[in-house]
């Protein structure tokens, strides 16, 4: 009987060899980081392993995706944050919205950096700081920097592990996302609560 890590994984190998793969990796790059709650490292980790030459283009392309949909999330919060708001909350990410708020008070530009990269979900930082009015340069170069340096991470350990990885991966699949599943839980807990 197989998890449904293992059955996600195996269907998004598939659709990671797709010709049309790079596209769907980039709208979901880009919808992650402003409104999509699925992180885009689920569709750049199978594309790398089914193609690890390609896996710093991949990066690049995730990287570049989610900086630009972090600039529409930037755009919702600085225009119309009073009217998203209720659906944050709604959402569930009420409490993350309010930490958000004051960490941009204290931090500003470390805190996007630092939700570019961790498991924070980063949509909620790029409408907080347009919402806040984080001044746009450094907006997007800590995203650029935080972004980029977890997807190039992600690729760059995939690639260079490839078709070594990929029986172990396979058989531990359910292992890891249930595990990602409790630091993610755990995170929320740490960094909303």
């Known amino acids: 009987?197989?998890?449904i890590f293992s059955?996600?994984?195996t269907r998004?190998?598939?659709l990671a060899a797709h010709r049309h793969a790079p596209r769907w990796l980039?709208?979901?790059?880009?919808?992650?980081?402003?409104?999509?709650?699925?992180?885009?490292?689920?569709?750049?980790?199978?594309?790398?392993l089914a193609r690890p030459a390609r896996a710093m283009h991949?990066?690049?392309?995730?990287?570049?995706?989610?900086?630009?949909?972090?600039?529409l999330g930037y755009l919702i919060g600085y225009f119309a944050l009073e009217l998203v708001e209720p659906w944050i909350r709604q959402?569930?990410?009420?409490?993350?919205?309010?930490?958000?708020?004051?960490?941009?008070r204290l931090h500003g530009f470390w805190v996007v950096l630092l939700a570019g990269?961790?498991?924070?979900?980063?949509?909620?930082?790029?409408?907080?700081?347009?919402?806040?009015?984080l001044p746009l340069l450094p907006f997007l170069?800590?995203?650029?920097?935080?972004?980029g340096s977890r997807f190039f991470l992600v690729a760059a350990l995939v690639g260079w592990g490839g078709a070594r990885v990929e029986p172990w991966l396979r058989q531990y699949v359910d292992w890891i996302g249930w595990a990602s599943v409790a630091v993610l839980v755990a995170a929320y807990f740490v960094f909303v609560h």
Request: net charge positive; glycine share 10%.
């Open 26 to 48: 980039f709208a979901l790059s880009f919808a992650e980081s402003s409104f999509f709650p699925i992180p885009p490292d689920v569709m750049l980790m199978p594309m790398a």
């Open 7 to 9: 059955r996600l994984y």
């Open 58 to 71: 991949l990066a690049l392309l995730t990287t570049v995706a989610s900086v630009l949909g972090g600039l």
């Open 91 to 104: 959402a569930g990410y009420g409490h993350a919205l309010a930490t958000a708020r004051e960490w941009f």
């Open 141 to 147: 170069l800590a995203s650029l920097v935080g972004r």
């Open 1 to 3: 009987m197989t998890g």
């Open 117 to 133: 990269f961790s498991p924070i979900p980063y949509k909620v930082f790029t409408v907080a700081a347009g919402g806040l009015a």
């Open 12 to 14: 998004t190998l598939r």
